[in-house]
């Protein structure tokens, strides 16, 4: 069984004298930041200057100042930037103003797993990942509830790691959901394989097969949207609050006894070695190498041409008018 936390089992008394330097203030960080202020921590945030979150973090009454000065002033540096580009920003102003028994922490462990940022033996390192986006771990807070997150130490210099974890973890709320202990290497390697092989690539992958085979067989576009992308996240609903025999025991006895016999028809054994193999490119670095290189070789054109391919299917454009439909006055 995984070791778990809850807010009672941790106190924010060792980490309340120190300063905690958010660098970044974009969807973690300014959801961290703003629970960790409430929670009374001295919270301090380093950013670029002439960026546009600057002047959004002191309207919102933060201390604000670069990267470089922000790394001096704090105990903990806890980096919410976005992950391609932590590797440059340690190198340019947070390495340089580093000193010995400070910590470094990160709510995504793969900068330091794959070694973008090359850390010193003499300061801690330390992961709070919570399960969500940044506007969830906000609101969450302010319900007086959070967000459930995975928890790590990779390296303890000073032996008070697991409280500087911890408490961060307490005072962005997250230990009120729970807290599960990981490693930086569990946390990185399940996280891009759930987003490649199952959540984001695996189910766009599946609701794209199931709409193309209803529409190939002659049925309406709009018809097909709904049962098979629209419908999904009453289902996804109720696996994640149920679990999957909580969710069979709440559909039709036909959609249950149809799917429990056809699901592994479609998700069969072929499907499983391809998600083997997913898997393997991540654990042997294959994945990190060729994303890595597409990033610096065409920047967000690595992913741009592949969305291109969904806005000029029919999914997306029979979609955009059936959301239109159901929440006209959205936009995109
Ligand atoms: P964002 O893309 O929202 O980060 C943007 C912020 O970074 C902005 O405040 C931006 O400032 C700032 N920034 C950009 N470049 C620099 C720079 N050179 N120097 C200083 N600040 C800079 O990141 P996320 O919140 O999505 O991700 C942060 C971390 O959290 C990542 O490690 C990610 O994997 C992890 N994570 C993210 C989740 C999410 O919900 N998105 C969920 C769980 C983990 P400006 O506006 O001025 O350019
Ligand atoms: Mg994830
Ligand atoms: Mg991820």
Redesign the pocket.
Known sequence: MAQTWKDTDISLDPIKDQTIAV???????DAQANNMKDSGLNVII???EG????KKAEADGHKVMS?ADATKQADIIHI????M?QGQ?YKDEIGPNLSEGKALS???AAAIYWKWIEAPNNVDLIMI??KG??SKVRETFLDNFGTPAIVAVEQDFTGKAWDKTLGIAKAIGSARAGLIKTTFKEEVETDWFGEQADLCGGAASMVTNAFETLVEAGYQPEIAYFEVLHELKLIVDMIQRYGINGMWRRVSETARYGGLTRGPMVMDAANKENMKKVLTMIQDGTFNKEWISEYQKSGKDAFDKYMKQYDEHQIEKVGKQMRKMMWPDSTE
Do not use: E, R, T
């Not at 660098?23 to 960080?29: C, E, S």
């Not at 960026?51 to 600057?54: A, D, F, I, Q, R």
């Not at 919410?80 to 992950?83: G, K, R, Y």
């Open positions: 660098i970044g203030y974009g969807i973690q960080g380093g950013l670029k960026g546009n979150s600057w990267v919410l930037i976005p992950d580009i920003v990160f709510s995504h990942a919570p986006p940044g």
